[in-house]
């Protein structure tokens, strides 16, 4: 992405100090994994989706969601699985340097920590937990605790004995200790560890034997406390009454909108308003200080969200929700905004602000900045210098997503053969150090550092590489058929026993093997079979992986009211796919569709060894037609 070549000196004027003493109260953000890329995971995860609204009412309730498909120009993805887009484009959940910007971005807004949403071991989320406690240590002081999934374990067990279920979840309750809380990164609480409890999984029954059986604790400390989420545990005084005596304590999360939607809002079931989301935190706040006062709770956590919107994931199966960031009426007021004064107006005994969520697209919840818009990480700055009595600077906020920007930029062209970027990954990690310690003189020298860098990728792609183009229509001298297609029509026809394999000119391919490059494959399909099913494309590549510990499940955030489990959705980790388009196919005499996906240098190796000699293969088991396909590369070499 284009950036000044100068930095604003206007942006160095508002730069925001706001000097008071320091407080113990405390935010931490939601943080999730379930979101992937091409280039980092050989998947999009769930950035692409395809599922029903069973419980929804919604004038639409079936969503398909294919995180693969561009605008025509490849700048950006054209149908991702929420209603929001963010700024930085589509990150991997899995990738560190992103995982190292949600700790840099979260410390710059007053964030004090992460609570991530975690399922069992070996898990896609056990992973992310075990990433970011490593580099959670790069950033002290910096807080992390698990959000406990527990249905997601649960739905895995569904076929298990009740003692069986327990047994299971007694064998992660220890390896939370013996890994998680035996960190000094560990959030704990007068000496206890704090395990934040979703719910949905185990029945209370369930939960009670495990709060009986016996763990070995990290040395000095106390047993763990259990802080469930209100929505699940208390929202009625039946829920409280079944599980009271077993929690010590509740956070808030997303206020859920309850109002059925009018005529002009048919997307949605239910919708909320700016008053309901207050309200919300109201309530939570009355019962937690109720429960304080009582005795019955040791601690309580309010929450603040920026909105909801549930059709990125097709409501996981339920209805479709609604909580828009801005007042539904004359857009005047902010949903977070409004959340956060009143915790600052009327919030008493809180000790924690949790925010839901850090990067939940699907949801619609993230507080990172979206649609090119910092106003949620600028609301988090403001109210947590006055919710904390403390000081942040804004330079820090600014920094963080051009310093991610300006890494991966330097990581493509790392992979340009003969170009040496040691001085700005130099550079760059001085500056992320800096960023951390969010100081004036730090955050001064940060300023410095990222626009030396700048500077040095600025001079680097000037003087050090060039780029050429190729336009590559098929078929022709440069791709052409390994076997002659089916044709009809004047189109292609690819089904389950008739694929369409492309081999690539050894002298062009040669050319892509030996350099960098960014690749567009371009084409139009037409499904001709009815339902749902899925055109591929898949390539030779040297990096495709049957490595069973590269798959990631993903999970629901509830249950289903009919099914009485989890959602759940697996995706495997192969680089070879370059594409893998989902479509709700009407027949013969269906719309033509176009595509145009990318094409990575760390997953296409342009080598022939797929099927028949072939560099790129059309494959479905469903009927397509297919044409006008077309390859464009830039190619990055060294001058």
């Known amino acids: 992405m284009k950036m000044h070549t100068r930095f604003s000196l206007f942006l160095l004027i508002i730069c925001l100090t706001l000097w008071r003493k320091c407080t113990g109260k405390q935010i931490l953000a939601d943080v999730t994994s379930n979101k992937l890329t091409r280039q980092h995971d050989g998947s999009y995860g769930l950035w692409s989706y395809h599922g029903v609204a069973n419980e929804s009412h919604a004038s639409k309730t079936s969503f398909i969601y294919n995180g693969d498909l561009l605008m025509s120009d490849g700048s950006q993805h054209v149908d991702i699985a929420s209603t929001v887009y963010p700024s930085l484009g589509l990150t991997s959940d899995q990738d560190h340097v992103y995982q190292e910007y949600l700790i840099l971005q979260a410390k710059a807004v007053g964030i004090d920590g992460f609570m991530i949403e975690w399922g069992y071991m070996d898990h896609s989320s056990d992973r992310a937990l075990k990433s970011y406690l490593t580099l959670a240590q790069r950033h002290t002081p910096f807080k992390l605790a698990v959000n406990w999934c527990d249905h997601w374990l649960a739905s895995e067990l569904k076929n298990k004995s009740s003692q069986e279920v327990i047994d299971v979840f007694h064998s992660n309750l220890q390896y939370l200790m013996d890994t998680m809380y035996s960190s000094p990164l560990a959030l704990y609480h007068h000496g206890n560890p704090v395990i934040f409890w979703f719910g949905g999984g185990l029945t209370s029954g369930q939960f009670r034997a495990l709060l009986s059986m016996p763990i070995t604790l990290p040395p000095g400390a106390k047993p763990p406390i259990w802080i469930g989420s209100f929505l699940k545990f208390v929202a009625t005084p039946e829920l409280w009454e079944e599980w009271g005596n077993l929690l010590n304590g509740t956070f808030g999360w997303s206020p859920h909108g309850m109002r059925p939607t009018p005529a002009n809002m048919s997307e949605w079931d239910f919708y909320g308003t700016v008053d309901d989301a207050v309200e919300y935190q109201r309530n939570v706040s009355k019962f937690g200080e109720r429960c304080l006062s009582s005795g019955s709770c040791v601690l309580w956590c309010g929450s603040a969200s920026p909105g909801f919107d549930n059709r990125g994931c097709a409501g996981w199966g339920r209805e479709l929700r609604y909580l828009p960031r801005l007042d539904i009426n004359n857009q005047s007021r902010s949903t977070y905004d409004s959340q956060w004064k009143y915790h600052l107006s009327s919030n008493t005994s809180a000790e924690y602000i949790i925010i839901p969520t850090m990067n939940d697209f699907p949801e619609a919840t993230p507080l990172l900045d979206i649609n090119a818009s910092l106003s949620s990480l600028y609301s988090t700055l403001i109210y947590a210098s006055r919710w904390k009595d403390h000081s942040y600077d804004v330079r820090g906020l600014i920094l963080?997503?051009?310093?991610?920007?300006?890494?991966?930029?330097?990581?493509?062209?790392?992979?340009?053969?003969?170009?040496?970027?040691?001085?700005?990954?130099?550079?760059?990690?001085?500056?992320?150090?800096?960023?951390?310690?969010?100081?004036?003189?730090?955050?001064?020298?940060?300023?410095?550092?990222?626009?030396?860098?700048?500077?040095?990728?600025?001079?680097?792609?000037?003087?050090?590489?060039?780029?050429?183009?190729?336009?590559?229509?098929?078929?022709?001298?440069?791709?052409?058929?390994?076997?002659?297609?089916?044709?009809?029509?004047?189109?292609?026809?690819?089904?389950?026993?008739?694929?369409?394999?492309?081999?690539?000119?050894?002298?062009?391919?040669?050319?892509?093997?030996?350099?960098?490059?960014?690749?567009?494959?371009?084409?139009?399909?037409?499904?001709?079979?009815?339902?749902?099913?899925?055109?591929?494309?898949?390539?030779?590549?040297?990096?495709?992986t049957s490595d069973p510990s590269l798959k990631y499940t993903f999970h629901s955030k509830g249950l289903a009211k009919e099914s009485k489990r989890s959602w759940r959705y697996t995706v495997k980790s192969d680089r070879s796919e370059v594409c893998k388009i989902h479509v709700n196919g009407t027949g013969k005499g269906g719309a033509w569709q176009n595509a145009t996906v990318a094409m990575y240098k760390e997953n296409q190796s342009w080598d022939h060894s797929a099927t028949h000699e072939s560099d790129l293969v059309f494959i479905s088991l469903a009927s397509y037609a297919v044409r006008n396909i077309s390859l464009q590369f830039t190619v990055f070499s060294k001058r």
């Not at 340009?416 to 310690?437: H, R």
């Not at 700048?454 to 000037?462: A, E, N, V």
């Open 400 to 544: 963080c997503p051009v310093w991610y920007r300006l890494y991966k930029e330097m990581q493509f062209y790392n992979m340009t053969p003969g170009i040496n970027v040691q001085s700005l990954e130099d550079s760059l990690q001085a500056a992320k150090l800096a960023i951390s310690q969010g100081t004036q003189t730090s955050l001064s020298k940060a300023w410095i550092l990222i626009q030396n860098a700048k500077d040095l990728l600025d001079s680097m792609i000037k003087s050090d590489i060039s780029e050429d183009e190729m336009k590559i229509p098929v078929p022709s001298s440069i791709m052409s058929f390994s076997l002659p297609p089916i044709i009809e029509n004047g189109s292609y026809i690819i089904n389950h026993t008739s694929p369409i394999y492309l081999h690539m000119a050894e002298e062009t391919a040669s050319i892509l093997r030996q350099n960098n490059f960014k690749g567009l494959l371009r084409f139009q399909y037409q499904p001709l079979t009815q339902g749902i099913n899925y055109i591929r494309v898949i390539s030779s590549s040297e990096t495709h």
